[in-house]
Structure formats: structure tokens, C-alpha cells
């Protein structure tokens, strides 16, 4: 899973950094949100492959293993406490502001969400999870999808929301304890 817009539509090949991983099998754009999936089909360089897991990385330091686990989904509500975990910027949190909402500039629905973080988000931490911590559990709200500003930090972000997301296109959400190997 990721933003629509990290991926090219049509079967187009799509790559993590430099190393190509697979192919777009959705771009969901043109239903109004910001929401893509890929399909890992390709052959890569990456040191013992690439896998399907629940873990998280919260703050990245450690490469040999994720920090948490997520379990399941949530649905957003307003005032609803949320973080995520960028490439660029890092897990930094914020508060719902809006359960569903039409982003300004792209016009694609997402949860609007705050932080008095002034690096809250940037570029580079498209498609990044935000995910919501109760009782021990860490449960997966949204995707990343734009800022608000065009500025270099954002402040003010949208996600898509990942549960409407799995309804709509019949998406089974991964929560196996083990890792399975793509």
C-alpha cells in the first residue's frame, strides 16, 4: 500500500528508491482518493527479499527488526490522537481535525489531521502509515497522501482513510505474527 500519487497507473513498473519491486495494480485517484496498491512481482537486490509483515517502525534505529507491531485497523474520529512514521521526518503525532475531508488543492477525500510539530510531515513521507495507539495496540488509520502548504514542513496533513479503502476494493489487511516472504 501507498499514496496513489507514488505510483504511476497502468500496470506501470514501480520501484523503492532505485530498486524496481513490482507493478501499480491500483491507482484509486480517479474515484477521489489518494490510495494505491502495488503488486510485488519483480525480482530484487535487497538482502534476503522482501516480506510481508505487521511490524512498524517507530523511530527506524534499529534495521534488524520493526519497533512495534500493528494490529488491525481503526476508523478516525475527531480530536482522535494519531502518529506516523515517515522516511522523511520521522514518527511525530498530530490530532484529528476531520474525519472526511476535501483536500484544497488536490480535491481527493481524506482525514485531515494537525500537529504543533512545525515538521509534522514533508515530501518524501508520502504513503507513510498514521496509526493510532489504545491500550497497548497500535491499529492503522490512513496513508499519507499531501500537505497543505507546498512548503518544505507541513503542519497540516491528509490521509486516506485505510479502512474505507479495504471496504471499497474487498482488501484483506495483513496481521499474520510471522512474516511471510514475497
Not at 19 to 24: A, E, L, N
Amino acid at each position: 500500500m501507498t499514496a496513489g500519487h507514488c505510483i504511476t497507473g497502468g500496470n506501470e513498473p514501480v520501484r523503492q528508491w532505485h530498486v524496481y519491486v513490482g507493478t501499480t495494480h491500483l491507482d484509486s485517484r480517479p474515484s477521489g482518493f489518494d490510495f494505491g496498491l502495488v503488486r510485488i512481482d519483480r525480482p530484487n537486490n535487497l538482502t534476503g527479499g522482501r516480506y510481508a509483515t505487521d511490524g512498524y517502525y517507530i523511530d527506524g534505529s534499529n534495521s534488524n527488526g520493526y519497533d512495534v507491531k500493528l494490529s488491525r485497523t481503526a476508523k478516525p474520529y475527531t480530536g482522535m490522537p494519531v502518529c506516523k512514521s515517515g522516511i522523511t521526518t520521522g514518527y511525530t503525532c498530530g490530532e484529528v481535525l476531520h474525519v472526511r475531508a476535501v483536500h484544497p488543492k488536490t480535491e481527493l477525500i481524506g482525514i485531515k489531521v494537525h500537529s504543533n510539530n512545525p515538521t509534522f510531515a514533508a515530501k518524501g513521507d508520502s504513503g507513510s502509515p498514521l496509526t493510532y495507539y489504545s491500550n497497548g495496540t497500535y491499529r492503522t488509520v490512513g496513508i499519507l497522501s499531501a500537505g497543505t502548504t507546498g512548503n518544505k514542513y507541513e503542519t497540516t496533513v491528509y490521509f486516506t482513510p485505510l479502512v474505507e479503502m479495504l471496504e471499497k476494493y474487498n482488501i484483506n489487511y495483513y496481521t499474520k505474527d510471522s512474516a511471510t516472504k514475497l
